[in-house]
C-alpha cells in the first residue's frame, strides 16, 4: 500500500480508501449494499491490515446509519483513532424540513455536530461539502466551514461533485479571506467514464488539490460481471440502482480491453480497473467499496497487481475521450511551444 500526501498539506493517506456507502439498510441505499453489525468491524481490520488508513462516508448515506455503524466499529475494532483519516460530508437532505438541506452556515453547523455524535469522535478529519448549493453564497458556505476548523471540529476541508470554475471561485475566496481552503476533490472517476480529465484534472493539479475518485468500477459495471451480450449470472446493483450513468456502449469496448490485460497479469478486471485509475495523474486515493468480503479482499488486492507501459496504453487508448473544443484547439496551438517542433 502507498500513501500519497493530501493536497497542499503533510497528510498522508492510503492510495485506497474504504467507503462505507454499503454500511446501512435505509432506503433505497438498500440497493447499494446492506453490510451492517459485526460485518463493519471485519471490514474496518481486514482494511487496516491492508494498509488502509483513510474511511470515506457521509450523513446521508442510509440517512446516518452509515455513519452510526462506523462510529460503533471505531470503537469496537481495537485499531486506535489516530491511525484513521476519517472523513464525512455535508450538504444532502436530513429531514423533512426546508432547512434540513444545503450549505448553510445553520445546516452545515447542526449536521457536524450530529455527524460527530454518529461517529462518536471529537473530530473530523477531512470535512467534504458534499455538491454545490447554488442558492447560499459561497462565503457564507467557506465561513462556516472556517469556524467549524478553528472551533477544532475540523482538521481539513475537501469538496464532491463542483464544477472546475466553481472550486476556482471557493479557492479564491478562501485565498482573499485567509481561510482554510479545500484539500481535495471527490469526483466519480472510472476508466468507463473520463469526463473529469477535461476541466477538473488540470485544474486539481494546477491548484495543488488531491482528487478521489468515487465509484472507479462505475457502478459494478467494471466489477467483472458485465460483459457485452451477456447478462451477469447473479442480480447486481445497477439492474436496481443504474447510477452513476455511464456510456455503456463505450464501457463495453473499455472492460474488453482491461478484461485482455486482466487475463495477461492473472488479475480481475475490477483489480485492473482500480490499479489503473490509482496511477492517473493527480489521483491520491481511491475510494473503494464492497458488499462481501470477497469483493474487499478483491478490491485491496488491487494495489498489487504490476501493470506495464502496454496494458496501460490498452486502457487509455479504450478509455479515451472524443476530443472537444476548446480542448484540441488548446492541444493543437501548444505543439510549436516544444523545441524543434513543427510550425502549424
Not at 110 to 137: A, C
Request: with cysteine; hydrophobic share 40%; glycine share 8%.
Amino acid at each position: 500500500m502507498e500513501y500519497r500526501l493530501l493536497g497542499q498539506t503533510g497528510l498522508y493517506v492510503s492510495e485506497l480508501c474504504l467507503g462505507t456507502m454499503t454500511f446501512g439498510s435505509q432506503g433505497f441505499w438498500k440497493a447499494i449494499g446492506e453490510v451492517g453489525g459485526e460485518a463493519v468491524t471485519d471490514f474496518l481490520r481486514t482494511a487496516h491490515e491492508a494498509g488502509v488508513n483513510f474511511i470515506d462516508t457521509a450523513n446521508i448515506y442510509h440517512q446516518g446509519e452509515s455513519e452510526q455503524l462506523l462510529g460503533k466499529a471505531l470503537r469496537e475494532s481495537g485499531i486506535p483513532r489516530h491511525r484513521w483519516v476519517l472523513a464525512t460530508k455535508v450538504r444532502g437532505r436530513m429531514g423533512a424540513g426546508p432547512n434540513d438541506v444545503g450549505l448553510t452556515r445553520h445546516h452545515i453547523l447542526n449536521e457536524l455536530d450530529r455527524s460527530l455524535e454518529r461517529l462518536q469522535v471529537e473530530h473530523i478529519d477531512l470535512y467534504q461539502v458534499h455538491g454545490f448549493d447554488h442558492l447560499t453564497p459561497l462565503e457564507e458556505t467557506l465561513r462556516a466551514l472556517e469556524d467549524a476548523v478553528t472551533q477544532g471540529k475540523v482538521r481539513y476541508l475537501g469538496l464532491c461533485n463542483f464544477a472546475a470554475w466553481q472550486t476556482m471561485k471557493a479557492l479564491e475566496i478562501s485565498r482573499r479571506m485567509g481561510w482554510n481552503r479545500f484539500q481535495s476533490v471527490q469526483m466519480f472517476y472510472s476508466a468507463a467514464a473520463r469526463d473529469l480529465e477535461r476541466e477538473v484534472v488540470p485544474m486539481a493539479q494546477d491548484q495543488g488539490l488531491s482528487i478521489l475518485p468515487w465509484s472507479p468500477l462505475a457502478g459494478g459495471l467494471l466489477s467483472g460481471k458485465y460483459r457485452r451480450d451477456q447478462a451477469p449470472s447473479e442480480p447486481t446493483r445497477r439492474q436496481s440502482f443504474d447510477f452513476p450513468p455511464v456510456d455503456k456502449a463505450r464501457a463495453f469496448e473499455v472492460i474488453e480491453a482491461l478484461a485482455q490485460v486482466a487475463e495477461a497479469r492473472g488479475a480481475s478486471i475490477a483489480q485492473v480497473a482500480l490499479k489503473w485509475l490509482t496511477q492517473r495523474p493527480g489521483v491520491t486515493s481511491v475510494i473503494i467499496g464492497a458488499r462481501t468480503p470477497a469483493q474487499l479482499h478483491g478490491n485491496l488486492a488491487a494495489v498489487d497487481v504490476a501493470l506495464e507501459p502496454d496494458d496501460i496504453e490498452r486502457i487509455d487508448a479504450a478509455s479515451a475521450l472524443a476530443p472537444e473544443y476548446p480542448g484540441w484547439m488548446l492541444d493543437r496551438q501548444q505543439r510549436d511551444r516544444v523545441p524543434g517542433a513543427e510550425v502549424m
